[in-house]
C-alpha cells in the first residue's frame, strides 16, 4: 500500500515499470550499494571519530537471537539498533 506522491524503494530489482508509476502518482526506484573494503573502512572511520553515533536500543547475547529476531518481527523493545554481543 502506497498513498499518492509515496516512493516505493526497492534494494532487490527495480520495483515496477516508470510508466506504471507515474499513472499511479507515486515513485519506484531501485537502490543497490556496492560494499567494498574501502567503503566500510570510511564507515568505520567515521564511528571511530564520533561524526556519526549508533543509536544502539538493545544489546543481547548471540544465545539470544530468537528473542532479537522476535524484537525485529514486532516484540517490544528500546528504539535503535538490537546488537548481539558475541563473546570473544
Known amino acids: 500500500m502506497l498513498k ?3 516512493v516505493l ?3 532487490v530489482s527495480s520495483p515496477m515499470p516508470k510508466d506504471l ?3 499511479a502518482g507515486v515513485k519506484a526506484i531501485c537502490f543497490l550499494v556496492e560494499v567494498t573494503t574501502a567503503r566500510l573502512n570510511a564507515i568505520a572511520e567515521q564511528f571511530d571519530s564520533g561524526t556519526i553515533v549508533a543509536q544502539v536500543g538493545t544489546v543481547l547475547p548471540l544465545e539470544d537471537a ?3 529476531h522476535d524484537m525485529l518481527s ?3 523493545h528500546a528504539r535503535g ?3 548481539l554481543s ?3
Open 4 to 6: 499518492p506522491g509515496g
Open 9 to 11: 524503494v526497492s534494494v
Open 21 to 23: 508509476a507515474e499513472k
Open 66 to 68: 530468537q528473542a532479537a
Open 74 to 76: 514486532g516484540a517490544p
Open 81 to 83: 539498533k538490537l546488537v
Open 86 to 88: 558475541v563473546a570473544a
